[in-house]
Structures are given as structure tokens and as C-alpha cells.
């Protein structure tokens, strides 16, 4: 009866060495077949498979024992047929028939596709994301040395992705847990669209939950620090007052850096009493929203409209409004926790190294619903559908809840 095992051609190897596959029939009759890969002899266990220590063991072990059972499969034929079935023959019959296509350039191929299939309903900010997506794949397969394939994507593969973007996509200290939660999430919307137009029928990676990170610190700006940022004197950084009208902008009407850099003399009416409002149409949900201006709003959007106030980049706008909120001295202390996986780590920053260009649209949303407006009505004006994603950017101080409740509980 014949049997097939996998050895490694010199076991004593220093360095990688071929595995192959050895054929004994019991009448002296030993085949040795050479496979298409080579481990180092540390990487080989036991029970003929390459150990996990290999970062390409699961797809290797995958192929080997298909071409362990291919080789006896093709003996065995050979045999009832009658024919001679030497290594000659089985390496002349493991030879394609046909040109295969390569795996993983079908992996791209249907990548490629997805894109273009989405690419009616993509924003440009989407596909920016896709693109950074897929450079972090492509890094992926040149660091683990694992050629993307969608017929071997498992729960075990989005693990050691996961793994990559905590360790190794960043060059400094890789990616946090939120950044690689939502990079995940891209990834699996592309392999299910994969399984719905059947470019594959393998669903294993459905079941993979990316570790979600915890709640995070979101700071708001206070009345009395808007207060500071307004006072505060720019003498040789004349470049800071207009980040202080797109920062104040922000709080006073709520929103996205995307929709205030980009407002003009159309989104500008006149309500029923003659007040000015701004209709925009949200570039993020697509949504109209209409908001009531302040005299200091009105102010800031018709230097906007006129070019004394510019918009600038969003990661120049970041930069600028720390430098400008720490020239304000909003520097209250803050415990700032960073997620990577499991992993946490605790830093104390100064309050304006937190501000970013999203912390005046939670300061509006804040400060609303500390004057008593309702949530419900707040979040007509933020754009948002349902108050769990609207939560977010809410961050009432703690004493002002606790004075709150204060005056409940004594009957104010």
C-alpha cells in the first residue's frame, strides 16, 4: 500500500531547505518529489507541517498536504491503469495543463473592482482611505511575506493584520486601536462584497472582531477659554488669527472642517424675521443642515467669503490651533490614555495639545445642551441621526453636572 510523507531535503540545513514529498509502495519502490517550498529546519515540526514560527505556515501548510495528496492521487491512478509510475511520470503530471491565473493578482484584480464598483457612491475622502488601506496591505505582504489571496483569508490572517497595524504600519510606533478598528472594518466590507459577486465562496474571516477601543478623552473649549483665544494677542503670528476665526467659526456654528473652509455667499439666507442663517448642504452625510448665526458668526463668514480669512490644510489647521490655544494658555492638565490592542499607555498633556479642528464642533454641541437645549434639537443642528454617535461630542465638565443635579435635588 502506498504512503506519502513531507521531509525536509537536509535536515542539518543552515539555511532554508526544500520540502519534499517521499512515496514508498512497501516493495522497495521510494519516489522523492520536490514541492515549491523551502523552510528553514527550525520551522518544521514533527507531524510534517511548518510550525507557526513561519509566518506563512497556515497558507504553506494548505498547499503542502493538498500536493502530499496530489502525488498519491496520481500514483494511485497510474497503478489501477497500469501504467509505470515512476517520478518521471508523477512530476510530468503535477505540470499545469492550462495557464493558471496567480492567485493573488486575482487578490487585486477584484480589489481594483470593488474600487470602480464604488466609485459612483465613494466620496473623495473615501477613496483616500482605500488608498491608505491598500498601502498598508501591500506593506503587509512585503513584511510577512504573505501574498494576499482570497481564498485563504481567515480569522488567523485579519489576526496577523491586526497585528501589523499595531506593530509595524507606522514607522514609529504603528497604528492605535481606533485607526486599525475602522481599517478592518474597510477590509471586510471589500471581502464580503468579494463573497456577494463570487470572486470567492471563502467566508472564514466573517467571524474576526477587531479589538474596539475604549472610550477616549474628547476635550471641549469652555466660555472662558473662547474667551482667552479671542483676547489673546498674536503679536508676529498675524498667521494665527485666521485659524482663531476658522476655530471660533466652529464653535459658534458647529460645523465639520469640511463644511466651514468651503462656505460662500449662497449658503448665506434671510429667515422669516429678517435674521441671517447658513444652509449648507453637509459634505460628510450629504445633508442640508440650517443654522442660526451670532453677530460674531456673521462677522467671521463675511471675512471667509471676502478672502481676509482663509481656509487652510486640515493638518496645517490642526498644528496652528495648539499653537494657538497654547499662546491663549489653555493648558489645563489632562490623563490621556492610548490604545494599541490590549495595550495602554498614560500620558498628562496640557489641554492644548488636544484641540483639534473637531473640537469646536463638540464645544457648540456642548455648550447647547448646558443652556438647557434639548438633545433631540441639538443634533438637527450637528447633522447627527441617532444620539449614540451625537454622544460623542458631547463632554459636559463634570461640575457643571454636579451643580446641576445639586439644584434638582434641592427643588431650584
Not at 520536490?34 to 527550525?42: A, F
Not at 495528496?69 to 492550462?98: C, D, F, H, T
Request: proline share 3%; hydrophobic share 35%; aromatic share 10%.
Amino acid at each position: 500500500m502506498a504512503t506519502t510523507r513531507l521531509l525536509l531535503k537536509d535536515p542539518s540545513a543552515k539555511g532554508v531547505t526544500r520540502i519534499i514529498c517521499v512515496l514508498t509502495d512497501g516493495r522497495a519502490q521510494r519516489i522523492k518529489i520536490q514541492s515549491d517550498y523551502s523552510v528553514l529546519p527550525k520551522h518544521w515540526g514533527k507531524n510534517q507541517n511548518v510550525l507557526s514560527a513561519n509566518p506563512n505556515a497556515v497558507e504553506m501548510n494548505a498547499h503542502l498536504l493538498a500536493f502530499k495528496n496530489r502525488v498519491l492521487n496520481i500514483y494511485q491512478s497510474a497503478k489501477a491503469e497500469g501504467l509505470k509510475a515512476n517520478g518521471e511520470y508523477i512530476r510530468e503530471q503535477l505540470k499545469p495543463k492550462k495557464e493558471v491565473v496567480n492567485a493573488n493578482v486575482h487578490f487585486w484584480k477584484a480589489w481594483d473592482s470593488y474600487l470602480d464598483y464604488k466609485k459612483h457612491n465613494f466620496k473623495e475622502r473615501s477613496f483616500v482611505k482605500f488608498k491608505a488601506l491598500e498601502n498598508h496591505l501591500r506593506g503587509f505582504e512585503a513584511h510577512l511575506k504573505i501574498p494576499l489571496q482570497l481564498n485563504i483569508i481567515s480569522v488567523d490572517v485579519l489576526g496577523r493584520l491586526q497585528d501589523y497595524f499595531y506593530k509595524v504600519a507606522n514607522k514609529e510606533a504603528g497604528l492605535n486601536t481606533q485607526t486599525t478598528a475602522k481599517y478592518i472594518e474597510l477590509f471586510k466590507m471589500f471581502l464580503n462584497w468579494a463573497v456577494k459577486h463570487k470572486y470567492t465562496d471563502n467566508a472564514g474571516f466573517q467571524d474576526f472582531k477587531a479589538i474596539q477601543q475604549p472610550d477616549t478623552l474628547k476635550v471641549v473649549l469652555t466660555a472662558e477659554e473662547v474667551e482667552k483665544i479671542r483676547k489673546v494677542q498674536l503679536v508676529g503670528k498675524n498667521y494665527l488669527s485666521n485659524i482663531r476665526d476658522l476655530l471660533i467659526l466652529s464653535t459658534l456654528t458647529g460645523l465639520r472642517y469640511s463644511d466651514y473652509s468651503r462656505i460662500k455667499q449662497e449658503h448665506i439666507k434671510k429667515d422669516d424675521e429678517g435674521s441671517r442663517t447658513l444652509n449648507i448642504r453637509q459634505e460628510k452625510t450629504n445633508e442640508f443642515v440650517e443654522i442660526p448665526l451670532t453677530v460674531e458668526a456673521e462677522r467671521i463668514i463675511g471675512r471667509l467669503i471676502s478672502g481676509k480669512t482663509h481656509p487652510v490644510s486640515n493638518q496645517k489647521m490642526n498644528s496652528y490651533v495648539k499653537e494657538l490655544c497654547k499662546l491663549a494658555e489653555v493648558d489645563e492638565l489632562f490623563e490621556v490614555h492610548k490604545f494599541q490592542g490590549k495595550l495602554k499607555v498614560t500620558q498628562y498633556l496640557p489641554k492644548y495639545e488636544l484641540i483639534t479642528t473637531h473640537t469646536g464642533r463638540r464645544t457648540f454641541a456642548t455648550n447647547l445642551m448646558q443652556r438647557g437645549v434639548p438633545a433631540h434639537i441639538v443634533m438637527k443642528f450637528t447633522g447627527h441621526k441617532d444620539y449614540k454617535s451625537f454622544s460623542k461630542y458631547v463632554n459636559i465638565p463634570k461640575k457643571a453636572e454636579m451643580d446641576v443635579v445639586k439644584m434638582a435635588l434641592m427643588g431650584s
